[in-house]
Structure formats: C-alpha cells, structure tokens
C-alpha cells in the first residue's frame, strides 16, 4: 500500500480494515492503534512475538543519549507488557530489534532537524533506521504503539513503516506561573510529548501570579516574586537534558511589558507607575507594564536576558508581548510625552518601540525571538517568530510579510473543547492555504497551550491528554489523516497507554471524585461517577464569568468542575447511539436496548446519589445537576416509549419537552450535562412524522 | 466516655454510634474513620472547619524534624481537601493547630520510647499534646484521619483522644531481595506505615535470589549478587533518615548460615560446598549454606557485619537464620566430622553453633541479634529477639525461657488471607495469655512480612495495603477492639485515604486490567472488572504449586491472579446480604432484589467477556473461571427462584446445584471464585425445610 495517495483512508484503515492487505492472515488481523499516524504504513505478514528474550541492538552511530533512549524503551515496554526485560544483558544471540543511525543530531536541538525513520518489522526481527537518534527515537515510541496483547502473547504486527513529521515546530506550552506547576508533572508530560512525537516543551515562566525562575542576577525576582515556588537553575539545566534526551526543545517564555505583576514585587522601578508591588492573586488581564520610556528597563533585560539566554540553549527565546491594556502607560505624562516626542502615535506604537529595543538584546544573546500575535511589526526583522493566539489568518499575514509563524489559535486545551474541535484546526487551511510554497514553508507547525487559572498538579495531566494527542498527529501526520472515528478510538487507547509513563489524567480522577463524595458506599460512589461521566465544565472563558466567588490562586481547585475531563466519553458514545438508532429509522432493537439502559440509569441515579449530597457540600453543590440528569433520563425515555409504539408523539408534549430540556441545557454548578442535545434528538424524532421512517 | 472499659463497643461506636454522646447535634452524628482505633476517645460538640485559613504552630520543645513533619501534614492536609494551605505563613493571627512537646526523643530511635499523645479538638482550635515529637507525630496522623468533607465544608469533629501503642514494636517487613523493590515503592510504603502508627521496617535484604545492599568491603556481594540491582549505601542512609522523620526505626536483615546462594556468586569460598554459585532464579528452599566450620566464615561475618552495623544505626540486627535444610553440610564429610569432634549430634546442633558464634559478632558491633525461630537455644544471652514465623506457641515458649519476641506468624501479607483472619490473630492469646505479667512484657509486638515472590514493584501495595492496617490496628489499639464489620468499614475508608500518600494499591489495578484487557470497549473492560472483582489468588502456598510452569524471578507477574486484590470486597459484601436475608427468614426483598441484580450481572458477563478472551491470551487463561461465574449466577438465581415461590427445592436439584458448586470451587488459572459459598447458603436455604422461615 503506497504512502501519501491512500492516506485519506489511513485513519480508517488503522482501526479495523487491516484485512485488505493481502498478506495478513485472518487471525492477524488486529486493529493499529498509532497516534500520531505515520506518513506512510505497509502491513506484512504475521506478528513479532515479544518475551522475556527480546533485546536491541545497535549498528552505525551510537551515543549516550541513544542508550538511554533504549534503556527508557525497555522499562517501558517491560510496563506495558508486564514482562520483566533487560535484567541480563543478552550475549551471543542476534539482537530482536536493530537500531541503526547515521550520525549526530546537532549538539543543540535545532528546528527543522531530521526527523525521520523507517520501522520494518517482520515475523523473526526488526530494523529500525534514522538519519539520526532524534528520528530513531520516534521510531521506538512508534514500535511501542505496535505492541499489543494477542491471543498468543505480546506482538508486534509486521509492518513496514516510513514516517517523517509534517511540520518542524510541534509544541506544547504550559503555564507554570499561575500555577505553579512541580518539576514532576513537567517531567511526566514531557514524556508524554515524546510519546506523541512532539518536540518542543514551551515554558511559560513568569506572569502578574508569580516569577518562577530562578535569577541570580536578579535574585528578588524568585525571591519576592514566586511565594517560593519556582524552579532553580540546575533543575532546569536537568529539565533541559531530560527533554533532549527525548528530542524535545525547550523554549523558556519571559512575558514582557505586560503579564508583569511578580517582577515588579522585586524590582518596582521597572514598572510605568509607582509601586509597591504584590503578588496578583486574581486572573485576568492587569495594568502593570514594564515602562518602554526609561533606559534602566533595556538595561535591565539586557542584563536577565543574558542571564536567561546562557541557562536555556535552546535558539528560540519568547519574549511574550501580549495584551498589554495600556493603562499605567496612559496614566504617566512622562510616557505620554514620549509617544508624542517620538511620533510613536499611541500605545501600540510604543509596544513595537520596545519590541524593537527588545529584539536587537535578544539576537545580541544569540537568539531569535519569539511573541505573541501583538509582536507582528512589518519593521522588525524577518527572524522573528509569531506565535498566533488570534487566529490563523494573522499567521497567514504574518507569513506574507515574510516572517515565520506558529498557530496555537484553536489549540487551547483550557477551553474546554473536545478534541474533535482541536483536530480539526490546521495551520494550513484558511488564509494560509493560498500562501505561495515559500510562504507556506514560513509556517512551522503549532503549539497547544495549557493555561493553569484552573489547573494544579492535580488535575492539570486530565487537561491536557488524551486530547493534546489529537493536536499532535495534526501536526505531525499528513494533512488527510482527518477520521474522527478514528482519531477517537485510537486517542482512547493510546490515553491508557500513557498512564504507563506515570501520567495521571485517568488515575487522579478517582481520587478527586473520592474526596468529594467523602466516606460512601459503592453504589453511592457509583453514582457520583455516573453523575460525572455525563458532564462537562463550561467552556471558553465562561468559567470565570460565572464563578460563585471571584476566583484567585487561593482558590480550592476540588469541585467536580476541576475534577471532571474536559470530554465526555459516556455522553459522546451516547450521541453515536441515537445517531446510528435514528439512521436506522429508529428500528434498530439493540441501539434501542442500549439507549434505554442508559436512560433508566440516568433516570434513577439521583435518588441514589441524594444521601451524599446530605453529607458533602461538594455532592450538595451538583445536586442540581443531579436532578436534571434524572429528568433527562425520564424526557428519553417518554420519547422511546413513543417510538416503541410507533406514534407520534403530540405537539403540546414535543413543546413541553423542548422546554424542560431548555432548561437542563442551562448551565449548574459550572457543569454541563452533555448528553442533553442527543435527547432532544430523539424527542424531535418521537414528534416529527417521517424524520425516523426506516431507511429504503 | 471513659477509657479502656467501654472498649469492646468502640470499634462499633466509630462506626455510627455517635449519637449516644449527648454532647454531639445531631447533624454532627458523622462517623469517625481512626484506624488504628485511640486507646481513648470522648466525643465533643461540634467541629473544627478547615479552610485556607488552617495553621500550625508550636509551644514547647521543637526540632527540624517536627517541622518537617508539620510540611508533611500540611502538604496532606491540602492533597486530601484540595484546599491550597502554607502558601504563606498565617503571622499575627493564633494558630488553629498548636503542638506542644515535652523534649527530644533519642538521637536514634529505641524500642520502648514513649509514643503517647493527646490530641484535643473543639470548634474553635486544637491542641495536641505529647512527651517527644515521636507521639505529636502519631497525633497529626490522626489528625488527618479526622478530617473529613462535610455539608458546610471540609472539617474535624470536636474530639478528646488519649491515645499509646498497646505494643512498642509494630512492623512490616519487606523482602526486596527475591523481587528488587525499588527505592521510591520502599518510601511510599514507608509514608503508609506512619500512617497507620507502625514504627519498625524490617528489611529482608539478601536472599539466595539476591543481595541488594552496596558493600564497600565486599563488594562482590552486590556487583555479582544483584543483577545491578541494589542500593547503594547513600540511598540506604537516605531511606533511615526518611524512616526516621516518619518516627519509623529500620531493622536491616541479612540471612545466615541459610538463604544464602547470592552471597556465594561473588564469595565461593564462604559455602558449604564448592562453587561456582549463580544468582538463584527459582523459589523455595535450597542447598547453599555457609560453612559454620571455617573459621574464615566468621571473619567474613564480622567484617561484614562491622560495616552494616555502622550503616544501620538502629539496636537491633537480624541474622535470619530460617530453613537451612542441611544437604550442603551432610554432603561434606568435613562439616560432619566436625559436629562430631565437637559433639553437636546433627544439623541442628551445628546451627546453634552457628549461632553461638555469630551472636558476640552482632553484640560486639552494638547491636542486639534478631532471628527467626530457628534460631531459639536456650544458651543463647537473652538479648536476642525471636521472630516467630512458626507460631505464637514459640513466643510464649521463647518469653518463658527469657527470650523477647516479636509475632509473625498470623501476619503473612503474600498468604492471600482476609484482613479478618490477621486481625484476629492477636500476640497475647493462646499459650501467651497465661504467661506472667513479666513474660508477658518480652512479647514486643509483631511484624507483617511480605514475601516477594509474587510481587513487584507495581502490585506490591495492594498486596501490603489496606490489610496490613488491621494488623497495624491490632498492634496499636486495645486488645478489645476486635469488631469485623467496624474494622472492614473503616480499612475501605483509610484505604482510599493512604492513596494521598502516593501509594498505588488502588492505581495500579485499573492498568493491570487494561493490560490483560488490552484495546476494548467500555462494556468489556467493566466484564473483565467485574470478573475480576469476585476472585482471589489462591492461598496459603498453593500458588506455587499450582503453577503452569515452574515459576522463577524472571516470570511476567501480568496475569489476573497478580492483578486483583487479595481479598475481593465484592464477595464479602454479596455474602453479608446473603447472610442477612437468610437471618431474615429469606423474607427481605430489598436485599433479594440486590441479590438477584447482582447474580444476573454475574450470569450474563461472560458473554461479554468472550470477545475479549479471542483477542487476549491473558483473558483467555480466565475464560473457563468466567463461565463458571455465569454458571454460579444461574444457580443462585433458580435458589431465589424456589425461595420467591416459598417452595422447598427438591433433594435431587439441591443435590445437582451442590455437584456444580463443588466444581466452581475447584481453583481455575490459580483463581478462586469467592462467592461460591455464599451461593451455597442460597441453595442450602432453598431446599432445607425451615432452613429460612422468617423470624419470630
């Protein structure tokens, strides 16, 4: 099967259509379940077995990091298998697996490096080949992915596997100074990247809530500036090695003028109106900005950024530059005056006066530098990086100007949306589909983006996987690669297999529901997990909008809210449900089973939950939701009933069921209850004559 | 409430009897979870809410270790409640918790000292009390266990709690030498033991499988002992000092003359017989022993010893000394002629021997010698400690003749038994009751041990935990205390509790399932749990036995007989409502309609758990003990069928039904299906006239 042609059916292919190949043998027929799909997948014949006698070896260039990229390989597929490996070094016997390289990657990980590999498995042995140890190292998480259960043992399928990234630049960003964010979960994550084959861990490290670095030129900045959590030096020298020894980048992130608060706690001087300066405990978007007028701020970051360009290799250093409100600007005559005098216009042209300033500190430390969308200036020079939290249009103007951009528009896993969403967003689509191949080229990849107003270390790993899956094979596999279906059933899998790398988005989730429900018997908590399979926290910014007390970094992040996934599996299973019962003219008796299980569960599912919400307050606060779970489940049912018997069901019911379920769509406690528009579906279906006549 | 006195009641007053305090309101009736239960506990009125407004400070003797103990409680606190605490130290404001100790402990910790404390909680503050920050420690531990989500908040009951350790020593040991156990599992069983007021960690070092300690003297035993895998001396002192800080004394163990064959790998010379030794990789009890005859052995030994007794600062030292079974000093006829010349009689002569030599060796380094019961000869200095592993009649024996001991048998966690059957073994009874108060006071306490043969590093905790917190209760509180019911409530309670510490005894299970399961629908993964929540290991040693090949160090531990808990909560409560239905004459339809949902469940999963056995070889090796769950649905329901209709069974179905039970509870893939006796019942019920006429 050729590479690129067929790939539009890849993602179909990889979940159960593997019996088109020809040489597969029936029993060998098992779903893949990679992700991100590779470029290009040819099936063979049989399967390797794996044992206790599996090994790898290794021909051409070798290095330090390739080992423990081996050594990482081995206890992880040790984990996945259960099957104890490498504890004797197997002598005199050709090695299972072959690795072999050509030579070095570059000593700093730069962008548009080599990536690729070709992964050959066959019944008796595998070979995997890369240009370098970056592309071999994706090829032994692609050759994990292949391992699976079998009827006779763990296997690999034979597979011929010839795979490169579509776009260099495959980032994540997470926030670490509104929360703080332990060097642990950033491990953990990081392993996650490398799993999904993404390469570069963007490190958002200071804004208004906290400075999280350690500076020894400017020590008051961690010191004053972070409430004590902030990462020293050398844990980030160790942070860094980790990373690369998984191919990952690391681009550290100082946002300036604005997002500015935790400097200033410090170093008041720096700021465009007098201090002191305290901590900010509260989200959203503040006055404090750096003052562009005076000479001591250039000086300054000259300085830290000296500081920060020696501590973080990596080329690319991100200065922010984002939603600066210009108030402390508007407020100091000094720097009215300025504007005025230099004919800059207004803020906006003093914010690319300072960028400008800031650009040459940065290249004279070596870096190119990185901002935010509110950067772009046609006069800055063209080694700059625009990073779009707007919209992939201005990524698209950006790269006609002839700089090179980013997209992280639409890659936001605060927000809430299913990964369905994110997929479907790619850098290339839009404004950006017009672009000229050397326009296009300016366009590096995306980065999703995990914004902690509402996440910890608790809940922050169920934020961002599985769905930063999604986002990562849109950026690295072809553009045809769009199945949901298929995206869905393998992002389920390849999510329980990243809890064998210590991830906690699956394993968190029983603990935070056990501390809301308290002491409880197993069919009250049962109820509580029925209750919390079903919802959703609002989306967008619609959180903070709504929330019961303003919220700030103090506040306890243990509500069902925070503890729920930002997807709901049972609600979007569900919608499939009554979607294939409708297509099937609503005559299809096991959909119709199924729904009806459901419904009555949810139905009933109140009354058992009633005794907790008596002794919790953190059960009391979605008793509401609870309710109208309850009345969700009765509303479905009425509608089967009417279905069953074939009526249609009256016009005054249709409305008054409209009504109620108007009213459950209404978000409570800050929850969605997700499966409400698929039972309004089946009420239009009970109440509309002909919308489930069977199908001809 | 007094003390003492009203003590056979207390483990059901912490249950739900709360009310009989008049002092309490009746929306404060909550249960309390405390496990081990206080030796003393008067209830008060009211509770002490717990906010972010919660703090600590200090009265009286402090040191860097108690305030490293209140970060931990602290840290706790917050992960339990998810409320953020400690951020920034409360100034100027009283503080909610105050801890008030009397002075220092011992520099190193000793057998004996004092743990006592008193631990007031009203509304409005606590005070807690103690003579040494050893018993402030246990304090903030129950502390923690008061807290609890509430409907006005997370908070703790108004209480009075006298509360000292019925035993001075209550330990678990740990084999890390037949299956390595790395270094963080070891920390988190730790933080398990403080929790629970345990305050010895044994630690089963060396084995004929392997020796697991860094010897700077010998350092053959751990370069061709351990397969690389040891600890080395800095993370040994790591891990005391990390014991310490939690009030835990760790007791090293290195296995003499017998357990020996690692040692002879690197030290040939030392054996009973000549080598070359390998590392062993089977279980069981095998030849190599050191050669008591050769004076080189004791020199060894006091070198060796020398250098751990340095590493190891606590008193106490065990040499081991269990089932050496003599074939190595039978065979050589220089070891026979020298029990001879030195008129030992036999084996066991030479061992006393043996032991006679060693035990200046130990005292000599300033240590006081630990053994096994083998190691009991009544000319031995009655500074040595007995383990018993045989019984509690050699305790008592032991404590007649003059000797301490400590109570093992009874508390073997690999066994498989219900917490039930360890918590009522109790050091004091049998042979021990009728000892004098004197002899009394030489029976120490005891030790759980968790022999590793089956275990690793990923279901270890679930075979330690929950159950060794009954036998920590046990140990801990007052010999009265001895309610099932109570103790099973509050074990499940403080179960999900110690997983706030990082233990993975719940964790774990989910991904072991989803191994065997590998890539499944929602509906067959609940099949596989719920099969898999109704069996058990097989007991006792039969595991071995019954094994499919000959089980080594090297055999994946990644089948369902690894995976689920030793003990199946499911069955034990299927079992209280059979028994509670029959004692109500089988006219109980609320318990009948759980019982019949419950068995249906039962009868049809296993045709959803077929398909999973086509594509798994691990479901596969469970498919037959899945039809025979399905087979054991179907009799209990044609029991309840009979019992619905008030008709006695006939003999020959009774006699039918009995046939098929007996078949299911034959063990299947080394798994028993536990609720095939209370089944049983059902039928016995059913066709036993009177057997279930309804109460007077």
Request: negative net charge; glycine residues 8%; hydrophobic residues 40%.
């Amino acid at each position: 099967m050729a590479a690129g042609r067929s790939l539009r059916s890849l993602g179909l292919l990889l979940l159960g259509a593997l019996m088109i190949s020809p040489s597969a043998l029936p029993q060998e027929q098992r779903p893949l379940y990679l992700m991100p799909v590779p470029s290009s997948i040819q099936i063979g014949a049989g399967a390797l077995p794996v044992d206790a006698s599996f090994s790898v070896g290794f021909s051409g260039y070798t290095e330090p990091r390739l080992d423990r990229a081996v050594q990482r390989f081995l206890r992880q597929l040790s984990r996945q298998t259960g099957i104890p490996l490498g504890l004797k070094p197997i002598t005199g016997s050709k090695p299972v697996l072959v690795i072999h390289t050509e030579h070095a990657s570059k000593e700093i990980q730069e962008l548009g490096e080599d990536e690729s590999y070709v992964l050959e498995v066959t019944a008796t042995g595998a070979k995997l080949s890369a240009p370098t140890p970056l592309g071999a190292m994706h090829g032994l998480q692609t050759f994990l992915q292949l391992v699976d259960v079998s009827p006779d043992g763990f296997a690999a399928p034979a597979v011929n596997i010839n795979d490169r990234p579509r776009f260099p630049w495959r980032g994540l960003m997470i926030d670490s100074a509104r929360h703080f964010v332990p060097l642990d979960v950033i491990k953990r994550n990081i392993d996650g990247l490398e799993a999904v084959k993404m390469n570069v861990f963007h490190w958002h490290l200071s804004e208004n809530q906290g400075f999280r670095v350690e500076s020894r030129k400017f020590p008051k900045l961690h010191e004053t500036g972070s409430d004590g959590l902030y990462y020293t030096q050398g844990e980030i020298q160790d942070l860094i090695e980790y990373a690369r020894d998984r191919g990952i980048r690391v681009v550290p992130e100082f946002d300036v003028p604005g997002h500015s608060t935790a400097w200033f706690v410090g170093y008041p001087e720096l700021a465009s109106a007098p201090g002191p300066y305290e901590i900010e405990r509260k989200w959203g978007v503040f006055d404090p900005a750096f003052d562009p007028t005076d000479e001591k701020t250039y000086k300054f970051l000259d300085q830290f950024i000296g500081e920060m360009a020696k501590l973080f290799p990596d080329h690319f250093f991100h200065v922010g530059g984002d939603e600066v409100n210009g108030k402390q600007w508007d407020a100091n005559p000094k720097i009215q005056e300025f504007i005025k005098a230099h004919d800059l216009k207004n803020n906006q042209g003093l914010q690319s006066y300072f960028n400008k300033r800031l650009e040459p500190i940065v290249a004279k430390h070596g870096k190119s530098m990185v901002g935010w969308d509110e950067v772009l200036d046609p006069t800055l020079p063209k080694d700059i990086v625009i990073q779009s939290w707007r919209g992939p249009d201005s990524l698209a103007a950006a790269a006609k100007q002839g700089f090179r951009g980013i997209l992280s528009n639409g890659y936001y896993l605060d927000l809430g949306w299913p990964a369905a969403r994110h997929y479907a967003v790619d850098p290339m689509t839009g404004a950006a589909a017009t672009l000229s191949p050397e326009e296009k080229a300016r366009i590096l990849g995306g980065e999703s983006c995990m914004w902690s107003e509402y996440v910890n270390w608790e809940n922050i790993d169920s934020r961002i996987w599985p769905r930063n899956a999604a986002i990562a094979e849109r950026l690295w596999s072809p553009q045809e690669v769009t199945d949901l279906a298929s995206m869905y059933t393998r992002m389920e899998v390849i999510g329980d297999r990243l809890e064998w790398l210590g991830l906690t988005h699956k394993t968190y989730y029983r603990q935070m529901l056990q501390r809301i429900a308290g002491p409880s018997s197993p069919e009250e908590f049962a109820a509580l997990r029925t209750l919390a399979s079903v919802v959703e926290p609002v989306k967008n910014y619609t959180r903070h909008r709504t929330a019961p007390s303003e919220p700030t970094s103090a506040t306890p992040l243990n509500r069902l809210v925070d503890a729920v996934p930002l997807e709901s599996a049972a609600a979007r299973r569900f919608g499939e449900l009554v979607d294939k019962f409708i297509a099937a003219g609503c005559q299809d008796p096991a959909s119709e089973a199924r729904m009806r299980a459901q419904l009555t569960a949810w139905r009933d599912n109140d009354a058992t939950l009633q005794p907790l919400a008596q002794q919790s307050f953190l059960v009391k606060e979605v008793s509401g939701t609870s309710q109208d779970l309850s009345s969700l489940g009765a509303v479905g049912l009425a509608a089967l009933d009417f279905l069953a018997k074939g009526q249609r069901a009256p016009d005054d019911w249709k409305g008054q069921q409209l009504g109620v379920l108007q009213e459950l769509e209404k978000p409570k406690a800050q929850l969605l209850l997700m499966p409400a528009p698929s039972v309004q579906k089946l009420v239009e279906a009970a109440s509309t004559s002909g919308a489930c006549s069977p199908p001809n």
